[in-house]
């Protein structure tokens, strides 16, 4: 039985306790990373069939499409080479042997184990249809049909994808090219139908049929039509498309024949307990073999979740694993798309409520509710909210009527200024493929990664599919690289300039009249003098109308002359001279009744003003939500002490002229 053993290098004993994944797809290549956390000194044998190194197969479409070279498939080996409780052998395991817990090679090998993992996966499903064994008909799954597939684009004219889920579609997309023909046959009366509602689908499909690729629906099919080699595609309706070539993408099915051989409980897939145990306890099926509460997983994520869930409790002896939201959210045909929760019309057998929001782009969100909390959304098209959205869905969270009433004009739940990643929940998730929440990517970048390379490494976050690249960044732009304004200078110096004059009002008696007229300067003059005071008044009003039209600016898109941060120093210097003319004006005499209040309203107006152009210089020096909560509490607070404003300096002009 253990005759194969020492051609491990380390030593049978160490061997025969050896944990053995089978399969080397992503998610038991994961599971060795999230072993290796724990248990380092474990010695783990990892066994896959296909004739290349580890790889990422949700890649797969790239590379078909020519985005994506063989070599950046591969997974990161790089640890594991050098680890010599480590080994990978490419080989197929054909049987297990419960009673003797060993498992045997395609070619007769026998190697022990202590626990052994079962991530054998899943492959394409062939319907049972005539013709599919002909010349010319394809599945696309692993890497080898990726390179049959390229080699056939440059000869194949005209192309049938038999299959309109997420895969076939990608498929499509990715064998548009070559002046090929494509034509997208679905059964089910609206592309991915599992996630998306008509709306949704039928917005997808217009974008694909924009690609040029055809799309028919609702159509079933009969066969694969031709003698030697394909010559068509019969429809159910009794239409035949002409073609050359034939992609299946109808589905996928798990591979437990492996487990059903050793007696291993299966069902749709492996069966599994919460702690991803099959029927025999020292024996896990994780990822897409493995079915658990009645559920087989078709997507990376929960594979990822249930290789540490597995690792952790094969160490350990903790975790549980409690079952996953599918969460579709992809780039699909090059167009977002988001699905998550119970999103769909047919899905209502519980009472639930929907909201949709379009815009004339073709953006689409919808948002399913139960009892007022949210319990499913869809998107096409690119929205930034989507990891709260997952956030509140996960823990099934309220939203408040403002909220719905600002996603039924908007189409946003947050208000915009809320939405960079710094202001979401510590659990929102940023990295769907590895499961990444805002809180450890802050985490990581607390503890120095300041690039998304470093934060990848250290999370696990972009590695997968790579759609959070933009949001990773966003983080470190706003947490690493936060950037002084370029005019941080005159800013402060404005505001030093408005905070000596507030001072001076508050610091410095109100003036009398002068003791005698002979005297050279009569400064008394600006404040007593009849003339003197409205020539000061009417200044002081003047610009103090031009400055509150000036805050028009940043509201109005039709004053597009000069760039915003000119037209805020104009504003900040305009204050300064207000407060000047007003000392003049005034004579720090605070005055009585309404007139006190317009003087109090402009000093409190001027002092908010200041506090703005502080928090701005400033904003940098402090954390991100921190600086913000500064700016936006400041500009309200300057901005409503400006509404009084006018009717108090209506009726202070009204009291000096008719009083
Ligand atoms: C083209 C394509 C695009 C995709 N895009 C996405 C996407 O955007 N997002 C997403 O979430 N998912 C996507 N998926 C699905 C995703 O790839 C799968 O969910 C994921 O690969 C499942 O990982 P796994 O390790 O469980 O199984 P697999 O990736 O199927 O790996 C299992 C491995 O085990 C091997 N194996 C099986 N039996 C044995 C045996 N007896 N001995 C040795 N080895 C064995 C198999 O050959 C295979 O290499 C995509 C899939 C494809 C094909």
């Given at each position: 039985?253990?005759?194969?053993?020492?051609?491990?290098?380390?030593?049978?004993?160490?061997?025969?306790?050896?944990?053995?994944?089978?399969?080397?797809?992503?998610?038991?290549?994961?599971?060795?990373?999230?072993?290796?956390?724990?248990?380092?000194?474990?010695?783990?044998?990892?066994?896959?069939?296909?004739?290349?190194?580890?790889?990422?197969?949700?890649?797969?479409?790239?590379?078909?499409?020519?985005?994506?070279?063989?070599?950046?498939?591969?997974?990161?080996?790089?640890?594991?080479?050098?680890?010599?409780?480590?080994?990978?052998?490419?080989?197929?395991?054909?049987?297990?042997?419960?009673?003797?817990?060993?498992?045997?090679?395609?070619?007769?090998?026998?190697?022990?184990?202590?626990?052994?993992?079962?991530?054998?996966?899943?492959?394409?499903?062939?319907?049972?249809?005539?013709?599919?064994?002909?010349?010319?008909?394809?599945?696309?799954?692993?890497?080898?049909?990726?390179?049959?597939?390229?080699?056939?684009?440059?000869?194949?004219?005209?192309?049938?994808?038999?299959?309109?889920?997420?895969?076939?579609?990608?498929?499509?997309?990715?064998?548009?090219?070559?002046?090929?023909?494509?034509?997208?046959?679905?059964?089910?009366?609206?592309?991915?139908?599992?996630?998306?509602?008509?709306?949704?689908?039928?917005?997808?499909?217009?974008?694909?049929?924009?690609?040029?690729?055809?799309?028919?629906?609702?159509?079933?099919?009969?066969?694969?039509?031709?003698?030697?080699?394909?010559?068509?595609?019969?429809?159910?309706?009794?239409?035949?498309?002409?073609?050359?070539?034939?992609?299946?993408?109808?589905?996928?099915?798990?591979?437990?024949?492996?487990?059903?051989?050793?007696?291993?409980?299966?069902?749709?897939?492996?069966?599994?307990?919460?702690?991803?145990?099959?029927?025999?306890?020292?024996?896990?099926?994780?990822?897409?073999?493995?079915?658990?509460?009645?559920?087989?997983?078709?997507?990376?994520?929960?594979?990822?979740?249930?290789?540490?869930?597995?690792?952790?409790?094969?160490?350990?002896?903790?975790?549980?694993?409690?079952?996953?939201?599918?969460?579709?959210?992809?780039?699909?045909?090059?167009?977002?798309?988001?699905?998550?929760?119970?999103?769909?019309?047919?899905?209502?057998?519980?009472?639930?409520?929907?909201?949709?929001?379009?815009?004339?782009?073709?953006?689409?969100?919808?948002?399913?509710?139960?009892?007022?909390?949210?319990?499913?959304?869809?998107?096409?098209?690119?929205?930034?909210?989507?990891?709260?959205?997952?956030?509140?869905?996960?823990?099934?969270?309220?939203?408040?009527?403002?909220?719905?009433?600002?996603?039924?004009?908007?189409?946003?739940?947050?208000?915009?200024?809320?939405?960079?990643?710094?202001?979401?929940?510590?659990?929102?998730?940023?990295?769907?493929?590895?499961?990444?929440?805002?809180?450890?990517?802050?985490?990581?970048?607390?503890?120095?990664?300041?690039?998304?390379?470093?934060?990848?490494?250290?999370?696990?976050?972009?590695?997968?599919?790579?759609?959070?690249?933009?949001?990773?960044?966003?983080?470190?732009?706003?947490?690493?690289?936060?950037?002084?304004?370029?005019?941080?200078?005159?800013?402060?110096?404005?505001?030093?300039?408005?905070?000596?004059?507030?001072?001076?009002?508050?610091?410095?008696p109100a003036l009398t009249v002068s003791t005698s007229v002979q005297e050279p300067l009569r400064l008394d003059l600006f404040w007593?003098?009849?003339?003197?005071?409205?020539?000061?008044?009417?200044?002081?009003?003047?610009?103090?109308?031009?400055?509150?039209?000036?805050?028009?600016?940043?509201?109005?898109?039709?004053?597009?002359?000069?760039?915003?941060?000119?037209?805020?120093?104009?504003?900040?210097?305009?204050?300064?001279?207000?407060?000047?003319?007003?000392?003049?004006?005034?004579?720090?005499?605070?005055?009585?009744?309404?007139?006190?209040?317009?003087?109090?309203?402009?000093?409190?107006?001027?002092?908010?003003?200041?506090?703005?152009?502080?928090?701005?210089?400033?904003?940098?020096?402090?954390?991100?939500?921190?600086?913000?909560?500064?700016?936006?509490?400041?500009?309200?607070?300057?901005?409503?002490?400006?509404?009084?404003?006018?009717?108090?300096?209506?009726?202070?002009?009204?009291?000096?002229?008719?009083?």
């Amino acid at each position: 039985m253990s005759e194969a053993l020492p051609k491990v290098s380390v030593g049978a004993d160490k061997w025969d306790e050896a944990i053995i994944v089978v399969g080397a797809g992503p998610v038991g290549f994961r599971f060795i990373q999230e072993l290796r956390k724990n248990a380092p000194q474990a010695p783990v044998i990892l066994f896959g069939n296909e004739p290349y190194l580890p790889y990422d197969r949700v890649r797969l479409s790239a590379l078909l499409a020519g985005q994506d070279s063989t070599e950046s498939l591969l997974l990161p080996l790089d640890d594991l080479e050098n680890d010599p409780l480590f080994k990978y052998l490419c080989k197929e395991i054909t049987a297990i042997n419960t009673d003797w817990g060993t498992v045997m090679d395609s070619e007769g090998t026998e190697y022990s184990y202590s626990k052994l993992v079962l991530a054998t996966g899943s492959r394409a499903h062939v319907p049972h249809i005539k013709g599919v064994e002909m010349d010319g008909v394809f599945t696309f799954r692993n890497m080898r049909d990726a390179e049959k597939l390229k080699a056939r684009t440059t000869r194949s004219q005209d192309l049938v994808v038999v299959g309109g889920g997420l895969l076939g579609l990608e498929a499509a997309k990715a064998m548009q090219g070559n002046l090929t023909n494509i034509t997208l046959v679905q059964q089910a009366n609206r592309i991915m139908n599992q996630q998306l509602d008509d709306v949704a689908a039928a917005a997808l499909q217009e974008k694909l049929e924009a690609m040029g690729i055809r799309v028919v629906v609702g159509a079933g099919v009969k066969g694969v039509v031709g003698e030697h080699r394909v010559e068509g595609v019969a429809l159910r309706n009794g239409e035949t498309i002409q073609c050359d070539t034939v992609l299946l993408s109808a589905g996928i099915k798990p591979n437990i024949e492996l487990a059903r051989k050793a007696w291993i409980k299966v069902g749709r897939g492996i069966r599994v307990n919460d702690q991803l145990q099959t029927s025999h306890p020292d024996i896990y099926a994780i990822g897409e073999c493995a079915e658990h509460r009645e559920k087989v997983y078709g997507l990376v994520a929960p594979g990822f979740e249930q290789a540490a869930v597995a690792a952790n409790h094969i160490t350990q002896g903790g975790s549980q694993y409690l079952g996953s939201h599918s969460i579709a959210r992809l780039k699909v045909v090059g167009e977002a798309v988001f699905s998550m929760g119970d999103v769909l019309d047919e899905q209502q057998y519980d009472k639930k409520k929907f909201i949709t929001y379009t815009t004339k782009e073709g953006s689409y969100r919808k948002l399913a509710l139960k009892n007022g909390r949210l319990v499913g959304a869809m998107a096409i098209g690119e929205w930034d909210e989507i990891p709260r959205i997952q956030e509140l869905i996960t823990h099934k969270r309220r939203l408040f009527p403002w909220q719905l009433l600002r996603f039924r004009m908007s189409g946003n739940v947050w208000s915009p200024s809320s939405n960079s990643p710094e202001h979401w929940p510590e659990t929102a998730v940023i990295c769907n493929c590895n499961n990444v929440t805002r809180g450890q990517l802050s985490y990581a970048i607390e503890h120095g990664c300041c690039s998304v390379d470093r934060l990848a490494q250290a999370t696990g976050a972009s590695t997968t599919c790579g759609t959070c690249k933009p949001l990773v960044q966003q983080m470190l732009g706003s947490e690493v690289q936060q950037e002084a304004e370029p005019d941080k200078n005159s800013l402060l110096g404005t505001s030093l300039a408005v905070a000596t004059a507030l001072l001076a009002f508050l610091l410095i008696p109100a003036l009398t009249v002068s003791t005698s007229v002979q005297e050279p300067l009569r400064l008394d003059l600006f404040w007593n003098d009849g003339f003197y005071k409205q020539v000061s008044g009417f200044t002081l009003l003047g610009l103090t109308v031009i400055g509150l039209l000036m805050s028009l600016k940043k509201r109005s898109k039709a004053l597009k002359f000069g760039s915003y941060k000119l037209w805020r120093s104009l504003h900040t210097v305009l204050a300064v001279f207000c407060l000047l003319i007003l000392l003049v004006h005034t004579g720090f005499n605070s005055g009585q009744a309404l007139n006190q209040w317009l003087l109090i309203d402009f000093l409190l107006l001027a002092f908010l003003g200041a506090f703005v152009s502080v928090a701005i210089g400033m904003q940098h020096k402090f954390s991100p939500s921190v600086g913000l909560q500064l700016r936006k509490i400041s500009f309200w607070g300057h901005l409503l002490l400006s509404w009084p404003l006018p009717a108090l300096l209506s009726f202070h002009i009204l009291s000096v002229y008719y009083f």
